[in-house]
């Protein structure tokens, strides 16, 4: 997503400087938005409480005198809020979850309630169900909702399609099932290896892939093992072309216990795969009867049922695959996204304005 804005901005003569907060940064990521011409400038802060680093931020701040702040997740809405704010420069802070239990910090979470409801100018959700939760902590600042974008994901030749799935589950002839995430508790792998377990009592010839790295890998592959499942679940581990495994499927599921907007889910309806998903997070605004199937958490039977249904129904797959495709191209295309997001920078940045009229010309 910072890729392309910045690739949105620099069409629209808008420079963006973007300031890492971390001792670390993903070197990859860094090579792209230097390709775009964005200036990457760092001030790493050992803690949340770094004086010396933070002062030295706010100089830099005040001598670029930079239009506006936009800041990401919590560190940076508590650092950019406050530093703004010394700085004369307006702030929005963003959320990206519906849920306090991200926080492991009781202080660190007040102290981000205080700079959203104080010292931000606005907060930015990237969701309908984030914007909700952001309207409880932000006070009287206002709350703008933006839902991720998402690139439409191109179809395999059937050819090459046969040929991934050879090779992800041993046979393209089996029923593929998907799912893509940080391996963490809160993405609920365990209900979903669970009631695929369930799954493949009744679908033999099911397969489950999931793709993503994480903590918890080591753990998972211990329970495929223990349910027997060795042969019908497959671990990728980190993978850097979900989009091309996601054209191999047959349908995705979504298992967390908690979300904000998932961009993976946006991307299997991008992808038309008829999609299973808790309802936790956007999911509820995302998906409907008509491109995919709710179950409540933490629940792997009701899991397993829905996921069972759509098996055995080749053609309801297909309709709702095609109904999330469509859906995901008219709402949650990139330049729909890139249009609200000038908008919010509109109410401060007169060029974002101007730009915005020559867009709606």
Request: aromatic share 6%; hydrophobic share 45%.
């Amino acid at each position: 997503m910072q890729v392309f804005l910045a690739r949105s901005l620099r069409s629209l003569g808008i420079t963006l400087t973007l300031i890492n907060l971390s001792r670390h940064a993903d070197a990859s990521l860094v090579a792209q938005l230097e390709a775009e011409d964005v200036r990457i400038v760092s001030f790493p802060f050992r803690h949340l409480f770094s004086p010396g680093v933070f002062f030295r931020l706010v100089i830099f701040l005040r001598k670029e005198r930079f239009d506006l702040i936009h800041a990401y997740l919590t560190y940076s809405n508590i650092i950019g809020s406050i530093a703004g704010r010394i700085s004369g420069i307006p702030v929005i802070a963003s959320l990206r979850s519906a849920d306090y239990r991200q926080h492991k910090n009781a202080i660190r979470e007040r102290l981000e309630d205080f700079c959203l409801q104080n010292l931000a100018d606005r907060v930015l959700a990237n969701g309908d169900a984030v914007g909700e939760f952001a309207r409880q902590r932000s006070g009287k600042t206002p709350v703008d909702v933006i839902v991720n974008a998402v690139n439409m994901v191109p179809p395999l030749v059937e050819e090459e399609r046969n040929i991934l799935r050879g090779e992800l589950v041993g046979n393209p002839r089996r029923l593929l099932i998907m799912s893509v995430g940080r391996l963490t508790k809160p993405k609920g792998f365990f209900d979903l290896l669970d009631a695929f377990k369930i799954i493949h009592s009744a679908q033999p010839d099911a397969a489950l892939v999931i793709a993503g790295g994480g903590p918890l890998f080591e753990d998972l592959t211990r329970r495929v093992n223990e349910l027997g499942l060795d042969r019908d679940v497959f671990l990728l581990g980190q993978r850097h072309d979900i989009p091309r495994l996601l054209a191999a499927a047959d349908i995705y599921v979504n298992s967390s216990h908690r979300e904000g907007t998932p961009v993976s889910v946006l991307e299997a309806m991008s992808a038309g795969l008829a999609v299973v998903a808790t309802s936790v997070g956007e999911n509820p605004f995302l998906l409907d009867q008509s491109t995919g199937r709710l179950v409540p958490p933490g629940c792997p039977d009701q899991l397993a049922d829905a996921v069972i249904t759509l098996l055995g129904s080749p053609q309801t797959r297909m309709e709702l695959g095609q109904s999330a495709r469509a859906l995901a191209q008219k709402k949650y295309g990139q330049s729909e996204w890139r249009r609200n997001l000038l908008a919010l920078y509109a109410k401060f940045l007169p060029k974002a304005e101007e730009v915005l009229a020559r867009l709606d010309a």
